[in-house]
């Protein structure tokens, strides 16, 4: 009675067995391979081993051309400032008001953009209520100095030793005449920054706005020094730091002597908040002191309030008020003066 039961089931074992080949032996779809697919932009890598890495600046000046092309009621012209190299992203805003003081360029720090919500975009738009127009130009991230790699020789034997040395020397002489001849056909970023700091002037100019206050913030305070005193003496240019850091740029220059040798009004504003800023300022007022700097302000802004929105609507006031103070009626007060002089009579007229 056991011997059919045990037929059956070695039948069965026996289609199972050939059901599972046939199935192996069917050819299954392909599996797309994605691991040379660049998961950051969507896009495959342009080789083997390589990765195409986006461009932060690029997008983030795309994301703000788009934002401010959605704003329909913007009083912004975007404007693509051409440099004798680049175009630079620029956001002109005309005065707001029946009359014109004359135009500000408004330089942004390296952490920060041309609109940025906390400090750039209530300045530049803020000022046009009073008589400015106002300029915020994008700039260019500094390049990344790259560190070189290091190979040390170990465990070889003196003769080794001395070869791989001498290899090593004589790679790094021809490393160092490359790189120097690359380094006087590749631009700094101190001469960069002037340049693109000259077209957005002579664009203020083509406005006709002839009287140009240049404002820069955090690092960016360094690199407006340094266009200030390339360009100075000039009348019609002043100088705005607010909350001045030292660049860190292989090329950029040391602010504390760049204050010394300053003989264009500027003014200096700094948040009491920040324990360091406090330091720095006082560091900067002791260097103008003892540079006799006569045309030099320097000017603590109080946020009585944690409220962000508080404390940037009271910058904007002080600031206002000083540029009124400092410029609008020192200019207005030039032509009465020039009419004032006594004239000279002599004898037989």
């Known amino acids: 009675m056991k011997l059919p039961t045990i037929l059956s089931a070695g039948l069965l074992l026996l289609l199972s067995g050939n059901a599972l080949s046939a199935e192996d032996s069917t050819p299954k779809p392909a599996v797309p391979d994605t691991s040379s697919a660049d998961t950051s932009t969507g896009t495959k890598s342009a080789g083997a081993g390589e990765r195409v890495q986006p461009d932060p600046e690029s997008l983030r000046i795309t994301a703000l051309v788009a934002a401010l092309q959605q ?23 005309q005065t707001g ?22 400090l750039v975009n209530p300045l530049r738009s803020d000022l046009t209520d009073h008589g400015w127009n106002t300029l915020a130009i994008s700039l260019p991230v500094p390049s990344v100095q790259i560190v070189p790699e290091r190979t ?4 070889q034997d003196k003769d080794q030793v001395q070869e791989a040395t001498q290899a090593e020397s004589n790679d790094a002489a021809n490393e160092t005449n490359t790189a120097t001849e690359e ?62 850091i030292q660049a860190k740029d292989d090329s950029a220059p040391k602010l504390s002597e760049q204050l010394a040798e300053l003989k264009t009004p500027t003014l200096d504003l700094f948040f009491s908040s920040d324990q360091q800023q406090l330091k720095s300022a006082k560091l900067r007022k002791r260097i ?29 006031r002080q600031l206002q008020g000083l540029l009124y103070s400092r410029i609008v009626k020192n200019v207005a007060a030039k032509p009465a003066a020039i009419q004032a002089q006594p004239t000279q009579i002599t004898p037989g007229n």
């Not at 006569?294 to 009271?314: A, E, L």
């Open 71 to 93: 704003e329909q009621a913007s009083e912004t012209e975007v404007i693509w400032l051409e440099t004798a190299q680049e175009s630079r992203l620029a956001l002109y805003q």
């Open 97 to 118: 008001t029946g009359e014109s003081h004359g135009g500000i360029m408004i330089f942004h720090d390296q952490a920060t953009g041309p609109d940025w919500p906390t």
């Open 152 to 155: 040390i020789p170990a465990l």
């Open 183 to 244: 380094s006087a056909a590749t631009e700094s970023y101190q001469q960069t920054f002037s340049r693109i700091a000259a077209a957005g002037s002579e664009l203020l100019n083509q406005k006709g706005h002839a009287t140009q206050v240049v404002i820069g913030i955090g690092d960016a305070a360094t690199w407006a020094t340094d266009y200030i005193l390339q360009n100075q003496p000039n009348p019609n240019l002043h100088l705005v730091l607010i909350n001045p």
């Open 288 to 316: 103008v002191l003892r540079s006799k700097i006569d045309d030099y302000q320097q000017v603590r802004i109080n946020q009585r309030s944690d409220d962000s929105k508080k404390s940037k609507q009271w910058l904007n």
